[in-house]
């Protein structure tokens, strides 16, 4: 196949080319680079079945010659990133989704949204199955991308019901591993990074609030099947594997032989209590479940931050 992966130069679409290349396509990678880098795809550029496009999605996609399969990916993905972007967040979300939709509609490929647990919101059911419709605050700080992104599903669900246009819809649980970036505001790099500056982790609110933890290559996997399955509906894929965020510090600490301990910061606004991905779903109609357990994935994970901060010094 011929793949566009839009947002295909930030942590999950960078991951996303590797695989596509390594199954046989030919992969288009398209970012505006705000949050992404082309240092995620640098080490593609000699391969001749890779072409980067340095675009900005919410404007018109022009793409010439056929095209298969269409995965979107380009939005900012962290809280810090949305809160300061929030207009180019909303952005990408509709016109960005639009445009890219447009383009599987004008060229007769297959599209996969990047959607996200956020459209859970703070949810009230626990853990999350498909068919809840979520706890959103819609005009709170993090309205920009839970709302982007709910709008982005009803937009591609328009558009395979309209316009027959053969759509996927991924949600994707908090992800990690190599090419987050340090100071992208996450759990996993602010973590990481203090760890390995020993210096105390900023656990937010009491760290009571719960998450579950997936690593980069058992999601790119499930999203992968999906692509290739022929499910419309929403699946979530992530690792049910669920821990405070008090435990999550613990952890890494405890992997890097951090000394200094943990240090208590304001909870964010609207910061989910809990979370975790029902994947029963995924299980039955993708036979897929994560394989790799959080203290492997984290010790991968620390390893390549490792050499990140040792390049910088
Ligand atoms: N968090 C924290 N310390 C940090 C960064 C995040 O305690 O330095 C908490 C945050 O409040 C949230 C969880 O870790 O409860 C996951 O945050 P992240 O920004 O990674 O993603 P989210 O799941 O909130 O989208």
Known sequence: MRILV????????SHLCDRLLAEGHDVI?????????????AHLASNRRFQFIHHDVTNYIYLKGPLDAILHFASPASPIDYLELPIQTLKVGSLGTHNALGLALAKGTRFLLASTSEVYGD?????QQETYWGNV???????VYDEAKRFAEAMT??????HGVDTRIVRIFN???PRMRLSDGRVVPNFVGQALRQEPLTVYGEGKQTRSFCYASDLVDGIYRLLLSDENEPVNIGN???LTIHDFAQVINELTGNPAGIRFEPLPVDDPKQRQPDITKARRILGWEPKVDLRTGMTQTVEWFRNQLAVKD
Do not use: K, Q
């Open 240 to 242: 049910p594997a669920e």
């Open 123 to 127: 949810p009230m059911v626990h853990p």
């Open 29 to 41: 990678a398209m970012d505006n680079l705000i949050t992404g880098s082309t240092d995620n795809i």
């Open 157 to 162: 669900m328009a558009y395979h019901r309209s």
């Open 6 to 13: 839009t947002g295909g130069a930030g942590f999950l679409g």
């Open 175 to 177: 992800t990690y591993g």
């Open 137 to 143: 605050n819609p005009i709170g700080p993090r309205g």
